[in-house]
C-alpha cells in the first residue's frame, strides 16, 4: 500500500471510529434510560443489567455502521478537499478513482465483517440477551420464547395438532397426527398422550392409530410407544416474530422452508433471509454514494455539509429499504428483489453522480 493510501485509510478509519463510538453511545444510553428502570423495578441485578447491554452491542454496531461509514466517507473527503489535499493530488496527477480506493476497499471490508457479525455474533449475543431479560431479570422462564398451546404443523401429507408444548423436557402434550391423501382425504389418525423429541425423531407415547383407507370399519393399533417421521424441529415451536431479525440466515431459511412445505406463504421470513445477506452491504453501498457527492460539492463546505448531507442520503437509503421489504414480506415483490432493490437503485446513484463529477 502506498503512503497516499494509508493517509486516506487512515484519515477514514479515525472519522469511522469517532462516527461509530458516538452513534454507539448516543444508542446505548437512550437504550438504557428506557430498560434500566424497568430492569429495575423487576429485581434485576446491576451484573445481570450491564451483560445485557454488553451482549446487545454487536445489534446496535450493526445498525448503526452503514450510517456510521457514510458520514466517515463525506467527512474525509470534506476535511481533504477544504485543505486543499484533493487539488495538490489531482496536481500531480493522480485520479479520482486512485483517491477513492481506499475508502473502496475499506467500506467492502466493513461490509464484509458486518455480514460476519450478522450471521454469527448477533444471533447467539441476541439469544443470551434474551435469556438474562426473561430468565435473569424478569424471572419468567426459558418457555417465554416457545410457543406453549394450540399447535398446528404441517409437513408433507401430515397434520399434526397439539394442545401444549413443554419446553425443558422437549414434550407436546395431547397430539393428534392425521395423515392424508393429495385429495386431502384422511388415511390414518394417531392419538397418543404426549409426543417427545429424542435422538433428532419425535417418539409417542401411549399412541392410538385408526386406519382409516380400509374398505369397511377402522381397524385401530395401539402401542406404548411409536415413532413418527414429521419434519418437526424444536426451533420450529420458537415464537419467531419478534426476534427473526436477529436469526441467522440458515435459521430462517430452514423455518421458511418448513413453512412452504406445509403449504403456507412464506414472504415474509424469506424476505427476512434475502436482508441478513443484503443489510451488511449497505455500508459499501454507502461508500460509493458518498464519494461522488463529496467530490462534487466545493471546499466550502467543510464538515456541516458532510453531517447534513450523510443525514439526508442515509434517510433516503432507509426510506426506500424499508418500503421495499415491506412490500416484500406482503408478497407484492419477490423476496429477492425486496431486499437487495435498494441497494441497486442507490448503487445505481453513486455511479450516476461518479459520471456527473468533473476531473
Known amino acids: 500500500m502506498s503512503i497516499l493510501s494509508r493517509y486516506i485509510a487512515a484519515a477514514w478509519l479515525r472519522l469511522l471510529a469517532l462516527c461509530l463510538g458516538s452513534f454507539v453511545a448516543v444508542y446505548l444510553v437512550l437504550d438504557m434510560m428506557e430498560k434500566i428502570p424497568r430492569f429495575l423495578r423487576a429485581g434485576g441485578a446491576p451484573g445481570d443489567i450491564l451483560a445485557f447491554f454488553i451482549c446487545k452491542l454487536p445489534e446496535m454496531i450493526g ?8 458520514m466517515a466517507t463525506l467527512l474525509t473527503l470534506g476535511l481533504l478537499s477544504r485543505n486543499s489535499e484533493i487539488i495538490a493530488m489531482r496536481s500531480c496527477g493522480i485520479s479520482l478513482p486512485r483517491i477513492a480506493l481506499p475508502m473502496l476497499a475499506l467500506g467492502l471490508a466493513a461490509s464484509l465483517l458486518l455480514l460476519v457479525n450478522a450471521e454469527l ?16 431479570i424478569r424471572k419468567q422462564g426459558i418457555h417465554a420464547v416457545f410457543k406453549r398451546n394450540n399447535i398446528w ?3 408433507h401429507d401430515m397434520i399434526l395438532q397439539a394442545q401444549m408444548f413443554d419446553p425443558p423436557s422437549k414434550t407436546l402434550k395431547g397430539v393428534v397426527i392425521w395423515t392424508l391423501d ?3 382425504n384422511p388415511l390414518s389418525r394417531i392419538d397418543a398422550e404426549e409426543a417427545r423429541f ?3 425423531r419425535w417418539v409417542l407415547v401411549h399412541a392410538q392409530q385408526r386406519d382409516f383407507s380400509q374398505a369397511a370399519g377402522y381397524p385401530t393399533k395401539t402401542a406404548e410407544t411409536m415413532e413418527v417421521a414429521i419434519n418437526l424441529k424444536i426451533d420450529d415451536l420458537r415464537v419467531l416474530d419478534n426476534n427473526a431479525d436477529n436469526l441467522s440466515f440458515r435459521k430462517l431459511s430452514e423455518y421458511a422452508d418448513n413453512l412452504r412445505r406445509g403449504g403456507y406463504q412464506a414472504y415474509r421470513y424469506l424476505t427476512m433471509m434475502h436482508a441478513k445477506l443484503s443489510a451488511p452491504f449497505s ?4 461508500v460509493i454514494l458518498g464519494i461522488p457527492f463529496a467530490l462534487r460539492n466545493s471546499r466550502s463546505g467543510g464538515i456541516a455539509l458532510g453531517i447534513g448531507a450523510s443525514i439526508a442520503i442515509g434517510f433516503a437509503y432507509f426510506v426506500a429499504n424499508a418500503i421495499l421489504l415491506s412490500y416484500g414480506r406482503g408478497g407484492v415483490l419477490p423476496p429477492l428483489v425486496a431486499a437487495w432493490g435498494a441497494n441497486f437503485i442507490f448503487v445505481l446513484g453513486g455511479i450516476w453522480l461518479s459520471m456527473t463529477v468533473k476531473n
Open 198 to 200: 429424542r435422538d433428532n
Open 63 to 70: 445498525q448503526t455502521a452503514p450510517f456510521s461509514i457514510l
Open 283 to 286: 455500508a459499501f453501498v454507502m
Open 121 to 136: 455474533v448477533v444471533p447467539k449475543s441476541y439469544e443470551r440477551m434474551e435469556y438474562i431479560e426473561r430468565v435473569a
Open 153 to 155: 404443523f404441517r409437513s
Open 182 to 184: 393429495s385429495s386431502m
